[in-house]
């Protein structure tokens, strides 16, 4: 069994910086990539960021420039480094680990319980 910790959600105003981290352990399965997801009020979970083993990173066209994806892969450390927060990032953040993709991109697995992001106007 995956056991995720995240943590660094929060309220912010617009403009404002959040870093969310992720620890993952425990798991029997390899994982290849982890990243961060989200989902916001009545919206779909979305990708916002991967990254693999490698350092081969994938990010939503809405956070390009805006959020960077980071990772540690001896420790399965990930984190969301999320700049110049608009309130339609306001939504529900989940890690979440997996498997590569033939493009480099996260197939998840696993995923954290989520961890809340507010920004407001």
């Known amino acids: 069994q995956v056991q995720f910790v995240e943590s660094g959600g929060g309220l912010v105003q617009t403009g404002g910086s959040l870093r969310l981290s992720c620890a993952a352990s425990?798991?029997?399965?390899?994982?290849?990539?982890m990243g961060w997801y989200r989902q916001g009020p009545g919206k779909q979970r979305d990708l916002v960021a991967s990254?693999?083993?490698?350092?081969?990173?994938n990010y939503a066209d809405s956070v390009k420039g805006r959020f960077t994806i980071s990772r540690d892969n001896a420790e399965n450390l990930v984190y969301l480094q999320m700049n110049s927060l608009k309130p339609e990032d306001t939504a529900v953040y989940y890690c979440?680990?997996?498997?590569?993709?033939?493009?480099?991109?996260?197939?998840?697995?696993?995923w954290g319980q989520g961890t809340q992001v507010t920004v407001s106007s």
């Open positions: 990254i693999t083993n490698g350092g081969s990173t």
């Open positions: 979440a680990a997996g498997f590569q993709s033939t493009s480099g991109r996260l197939i998840p697995s696993s």
């Open positions: 425990g798991s029997i399965f390899k994982i290849n990539a």
